[in-house]
């Protein structure tokens, strides 16, 4: 089974550090292929980074659809291009956001999320009411971390993540926290172990569906509005898109 995990910004030690979180709960059969886009922002923190990324991911879709993929994650909290992408393969297509939720849902009435910039909580909450999971969220909390900040190792984003956590623990009535961004997936065990209750990282979560859906012969649904794009002609930079 081969599952490619798509890191939606372009910085590669983000990259790597999602690839890391993938290999370490792939089943012994599956191989990950990491990825990013060539352009884009080096962090998704706004609508706008979300609006560009988005053609990103969907361009890394169309290199793995070239390359057989049996399924793919997308690694940014907000889930970018995650409908869009689904248009294009009958592989299924799994967001950690979702991932994160669903899990999340299955091991506790009540989480919350701990995410980044105050500013992007928004992004989880629209997420949260798209997938129908507002009633198990109690709250989306934010540190005010920018996503590059967990990819200093002098900072102290693992300490400004955990009196947070530590907050949603105490304040917020939940049963597991989830973590709001993809730069977080290598904190996961050490919080989990300072915090005592389970904390839920959407890359794993993400990997994990997607092989279970590909061993039960699912993928996404070409019923309906997940079917392939009409083909069409495009313009411009899109050109090689459309037919
Ligand atoms: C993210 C994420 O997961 N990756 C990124 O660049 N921005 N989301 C977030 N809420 O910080």
Redesign the pocket.
Known sequence: MQIHVIN??TTAS?TDKIGACANRVAAEHTQIHVSQPDSGPV???SHFDEAVSAVGVLEEIRRGEALGMDAYVI????DPGLLAARELTRAPVIG?AEAGFHLAALISTRFSVV???AR?AI??EHLLDQYGFRHNCRRVRATDLP?LELENPAGNAYQALLEECQRAREEDGIGAIVL????MADLTERLTHDLQMPVIEGVSAAVKLAESLVSLGLGTSKHGDLAFPRPKPFSGRFADWGV
């Open positions: 939606p910004n983000m962090s998704i923190e690694a940014c909290f907000g950690i995410t980044t910039l992007t992004i989880a996503v709001g961004c993809g730069g």
